[in-house]
Antibody, heavy 118, light 107 residues
Framework: QVQLQQSGAELAKPGSSVKISCKAS????????ISWIKQTTGQGLEYIGY????????NYNEKFKGKATLTVDKSSSTAFMQLSSLTPDDSAVYYC???????????WGQGTLVTVSS | DIQMTQSPSFLSASVGDRVTINCKAS??????LNWYQQKLGEAPKLLIY???NLQTGIPSRFSGSGSGTDYTLTISSLQPEDVATYFC?????????FGSGTKLEIK
């Protein structure tokens, strides 16, 4: 069955970076894009962007350009999202989700909690 | 960006009730509308895609309808396990945007 397994919770200091992973199994990794979504109590769900897992091409929500960098390692069927120059506003649960082709966000990872605090 | 206005934000209903949740887009989204269910502490789960297509494994009491700017999720007979927050997602144009959520509880 399709599974997306995300890395564990992160506690980071303001100004630092974190890199979250999303390991896919149960399907051909390079046949589907991976998208990333941010969830906070205040702002709800926000779309960050996607990566074409075959070509490595990316598309970002303008709001997250410069904040998020999406990469992929095809050899391990893993997608990554790096968040840089962290501020408390980046504290959130971040999800990866399987995207194109087929229904958008049909499968989700379990989420990774990122807490930014000094 | 397309704004998705979801209503109501909170809903309390009895087991067996018919429940409807609405999403209104700030412009025509051409039926590119999905619905998700999120239970406490879990990731969202896809229920309905492209307005009215039931995702595999989802009970038939869930259905979707709509066109243009107005979309509805209907639960035909509310069950205790349907307690959750429900979100809509428009994927007509980038950036994709979500509704603010409807928290559904059992009366």
């Amino acid at each position: 069955q399709v599974q997306l397994q995300q890395s564990g919770a992160e506690l980071a200091k303001p100004g630092s970076s974190v890199k979250i992973s999303c390991k896919a199994s149960g399907y051909t990794f390079t046949s589907y894009y991976i998208s990333w979504i941010k969830q906070t109590t205040g702002q709800g769900l926000e779309y960050i962007g996607y990566i074409n897992t075959g070509s490595g091409g990316t598309n970002y929500n303008e709001k997250f350009k410069g904040k998020a960098t999406l990469t992929v390692d095809k050899s391990s069927s893993t997608a990554f999202m790096q968040l840089s120059s962290l501020t408390p506003d980046d504290s959130a649960v971040y999800y990866c989700a399987r995207d194109y082709p087929g229904p958008r966000f049909a499968y989700w990872g379990q989420g990774t909690l990122v807490t930014v605090s000094s | 960006d397309i704004q998705m206005t979801q209503s109501p934000s909170f809903l309390s209903a009895s087991v067996g009730d018919r429940v409807t949740i609405n999403c209104k887009a700030s412009q025509n989204i051409n039926k590119y509308l999905n619905w998700y269910q999120q239970k406490l502490g879990e990731a969202p789960k896809l229920l309905i895609y492209n307005t009215n297509n039931l995702q595999t494994g989802i009970p038939s009491r869930f259905s979707g309808s709509g066109s243009g700017t107005d979309y509805t999720l209907t639960i035909s007979s509310l069950q205790p396990e349907d307690v959750a927050t429900y979100f809509c997602l428009q994927h007509s144009s980038r950036p994709l945007t979500f509704g603010s959520g409807t928290k559904l509880e059992i009366k």
